[in-house]
């Protein structure tokens, strides 16, 4: 097992990470980031389905298995980023008609899952051996209320962006209106067979609601404005993939891709690091 890291802000979490801890897989890993577990394996190149086969390249599938429960919208829109970054580094065209298959299995999220599993992924397929233009890792910042950026986030920081909090007291506002309407209704009617009121009320089926501004809305507070994934390649150091959510600048996107890229530089150094010794060990 190796270690690196030291947890601050301006720092990534300290990761580890396991060598070819499965054995029916062609290649496996275990990388953790702070709390955060993922544990990935390669399967291929191997036989595809006729279906599914590609005449001029390998067939590349991404599974991302949660932690508890079956895989949601979530877990598919990071299978789809996964699968784009593999993708974009792997020398698909030397297996052309054949398939390969990334499993990951989260075992514990405590915070910048994607870039977990990006790092997972990619660890398992050097020890599969597998021929790659490059090698990749993800890095994950957050912007916070104060407009700081906060790399390798825990759950509690990148926990409500501002777009789902909005999204969130919005829905809420609609449905406390449309019960409040509901139940007068209800009352109205009871009331004019009773004859307590006039005897042909009007229904309310036709009453609007007034829509509230979301900025009036109560919310929770949000730990963070934006939460940014990006994938890095080691050669260039350019961006093969980027997943945002929140609301910030052009000057701090520009910002957060220059303290990802440089973030970047220890991981892949862990890479190295990582790799020469699991060979070291294995020809001793």
């Known amino acids: 097992m190796d270690q690196a890291g030291a947890e601050a802000p301006q720092q990534l979490r300290?990761?580890?990470?396991?060598?070819?801890?499965?054995?029916?897989?062609?290649?496996?890993?275990?990388?953790?980031?702070?709390?955060?577990?993922?544990?990935?394996?390669?399967?291929?190149?191997?036989?595809?389905k006729v279906s599914k086969e590609i005449f001029d390249k390998a067939t590349l599938d991404v599974l991302l298995k949660p932690k508890v429960g079956l895989p949601s919208v979530a877990e598919k829109s990071k299978e789809q980023m996964?699968?784009?970054?593999?993708?974009?580094?792997?020398?698909?065209?030397?297996?052309?008609?054949?398939s390969i298959t990334i499993v990951l299995q989260v075992i514990h999220d405590s915070g910048s899952l994607l870039s977990c599993c990006l790092?997972?992924?990619?660890?398992?397929?050097?020890?599969?051996?597998?021929?790659?233009?490059?090698?990749?890792?993800?890095?994950?910042?957050?912007?916070?209320?104060?407009?700081?950026?906060?790399?390798?986030?825990?759950?509690?920081?990148?926990?409500?962006?501002?777009?789902?909090?909005?999204?969130?007291?919005?829905?809420?506002?609609i449905f406390i209106q449309k019960t409040i309407v509901y139940a007068l209704q209800k009352f109205l009617l009871y009331a004019s067979r009773e004859r307590w009121c006039h005897p042909n009320p009007q229904p309310l089926a036709r009453a609007t609601l007034l829509p509230t501004e979301p900025s009036r809305l109560f919310c929770p507070t949000e730990e963070a404005?934006?939460?940014?994934?990006?994938?890095?390649?080691?050669?260039?150091?350019?961006?093969?993939?980027?997943?945002?959510?929140?609301?910030?600048?052009?000057?701090?996107?520009?910002?957060?891709?220059?303290?990802?890229?440089?973030?970047?530089?220890?991981?892949?150094?862990?890479?190295?690091?990582?790799?020469?010794?699991?060979?070291?060990?294995?020809?001793?």
């Open 82 to 98: 996964i699968r784009n970054t593999c993708e974009a580094t792997i020398l698909t065209a030397l297996h052309p008609r054949s």
């Open 14 to 48: 300290p990761f580890c990470c396991e060598h070819s801890l499965l054995s029916r897989p062609d290649g496996s890993a275990c990388f953790t980031q702070g709390d955060t577990t993922v544990l990935a394996a390669v399967y291929g190149p191997a036989e595809v």
């Open 119 to 173: 790092n997972a992924a990619c660890m398992a397929l050097m020890d599969a051996g597998l021929p790659m233009r490059s090698v990749f890792c993800g890095v994950t910042c957050v912007i916070d209320s104060n407009g700081e950026i906060l790399l390798d986030p825990t759950t509690k920081i990148e926990k409500y962006p501002v777009e789902d909090g909005l999204f969130s007291c919005w829905f809420l506002n």
């Open 225 to 284: 404005a934006a939460v940014l994934t990006f994938s890095i390649d080691s050669v260039e150091k350019q961006l093969l993939m980027s997943s945002t959510k929140g609301a910030y600048s052009v000057e701090e996107l520009q910002q957060c891709v220059a303290m990802c890229q440089k973030a970047a530089e220890k991981i892949f150094q862990f890479y190295r690091d990582s790799v020469s010794r699991t060979y070291s060990k294995q020809s001793e």
